[in-house]
């Protein structure tokens, strides 16, 4: 099992920046791609970034695009997810997932291993 715990959630307002964590414990070397998702109450999973294991292959969704970043340190078994120009429509919990797929996917049942959230909420 891989255990997956995100942080740096909060409140900014609409034009600011967070910097989301997470970090990998347990079986991390059956760990390949690594993405965010998020979701806002009464609606699905949304994708937001998906990263490979080398980091070289990377996936945004088109709103996040240009503002969003996602990285990853595998010495350190943790990804991250840089969010600037942000917008109160990113408001959401967001979810940090981990899957044995070499593929770079878009598709929350493809991943394995999923965090218990974080909160951002973007003020106007």
């Known amino acids: 099992q891989v255990q997956l715990v995100e942080s740096g959630g909060g409140l900014v307002q609409a034009g600011g920046s967070l910097r989301l964590s997470c970090a990998a414990s347990?079986?991390?070397?059956?760990?390949?791609?690594m993405g965010w998702f998020r979701q806002t109450p009464g609606k699905e999973r949304e994708f937001v970034a998906t990263?490979?294991?080398?980091?070289?292959?990377?996936r945004y969704a088109e709103s996040m695009q240009g503002r969003f970043t996602i990285s990853r340190d595998n010495a350190k078994n943790t990804l991250y997810l840089q969010m600037n120009s942000l917008k109160p429509e990113d408001t959401a919990v967001y979810y940090c997932?981990?899957?044995?797929?070499?593929?770079?996917?878009?598709?929350?049942?493809?991943?394995?291993?999923w965090g218990q959230g974080t909160q951002v909420t973007v003020s106007s």
């Open positions: 997932a981990a899957g044995r797929t070499v593929r770079t996917t878009t598709t929350p049942h493809e991943y394995d291993y």
């Open positions: 347990g079986r991390t070397l059956s760990v390949n791609v």
């Open positions: 990263i490979s294991w080398s980091g070289v292959s990377t």
